[in-house]
């Protein structure tokens, strides 16, 4: 069973999400929250799998509960999807950067979304490649580098290929499909990368391959 919280300040939003999560017979909300503190609250309580996250709220924002979310060791199988109005979304962007594991427009059809949060769940956490991607790009291209971004040398030269394809948004079968490689020891790459730069999910990876220039903005 996939134990959500939802957070959101529209009560009738929420409501919307709780009604279609929990007619899933794999899915059920375990709390609400209608705004970051709250929220932050209400997973260190429930230890969810899946956070649906706006991330544009009152009372501590959905970036700031994002960011404590992702940062605190004890939430590290929790996954926190960002519900957004618009994709290119600079919040967005800094709420990838710091660990959320992808991103949904809120119009987005039901089908998606859940979907997506089966799909995040899995650890397959990348929602959306093609936009995902576009989102990163954008941003990646004029945004300062974090503080301490992890040394390329960490990576082997086979790793830092994988790492720049998973930047273009391939996926494992893909990725072994290029490089002439089982999916298997494709998969092993990536996992071995993001361990070795500290990262949670691909989601990461990809910004990691923007930032670090494995992959420049507006080129393969």
Do not use: C, W
């Not at 939802?6 to 919307?16: E, I, K, P, Y």
């Not at 999807?81 to 950067?97: C, K, M």
């Not at 990536?190 to 992959?215: P, W």
């Amino acid at each position: 069973m996939i134990r959500l919280v939802l957070a959101d300040d529209q009560a009738l939003v929420r409501a919307g999400f709780r009604a279609l999560v929990d007619a899933q017979p794999d899915m059920t909300v375990v709390a609400e929250a209608a705004d970051g503190a709250s929220a932050f609250e209400a997973v260190r309580e429930h230890k969810p799998d899946v956070v649906l996250m706006d991330i544009r709220m009152p009372g501590g924002d959905g970036l700031e509960a994002a960011r404590r979310i992702t940062a605190d060791p004890d939430l590290v199988d929790t996954k926190v999807i960002i519900l957004t109005t618009f994709d290119l979304d600079e919040y967005v962007f800094e709420a990838l950067r710091n660990g959320a594991s992808g991103f949904l427009v809120k119009d987005t059809e039901p089908s998606e979304l859940l979907r997506g949060v089966r799909s995040v769940a899995e650890g397959d956490a990348l929602l959306s490649p093609g936009v995902t991607r576009r989102l990163i790009e954008e941003y990646a291209a004029q945004a300062s580098p974090p503080a301490q971004t992890p040394d390329l040398e960490l990576l082997t030269a086979r790793e830092r290929e994988v790492v720049a394809l998973v930047g273009q948004g391939l996926s494992n079968e893909e990725i072994a499909e290029h490089l002439v490689v089982s999916p298997l020891t494709a998969k092993t790459h990536v996992s071995r990368a993001m361990v070795k730069l500290a990262v949670r999910d691909r989601a990461q990876l990809v910004v990691f391959a923007y930032e670090t220039g494995l992959v420049r903005p507006g080129r393969k």
